[in-house]
């Protein structure tokens, strides 16, 4: 008996994007006072969540969809 379906891969067309924030796959900015804090999950064992700060030009590059998590990972030099 089955009483949902799934789709794989897949997560709500929820948009949670606004002013003062920036949803990804994954990954989020957000402002807090003046800074700009992205969270991320990374690859390593269990995935720990990572905190780093960006600038707000970068913020704003993420919200145009300029740039993108693997960018700024480069950017920043974190893993």
Known sequence: MKYYTTK???YPDE???NQN???GNGWSIKK????FILNYISGSLQGDLKTIEISEDD???AKK??????NLCIKYNVF
């Open 8 to 10: 794989p891969g897949q």
């Open 21 to 23: 924030e920036f949803f």
């Open 65 to 70: 969809g300029e740039t993108n998590l693997d």
């Open 32 to 35: 807090e006072n003046d800074k």
């Open 59 to 61: 913020f704003n590059a």
């Open 15 to 17: 948009n949670k994007n």
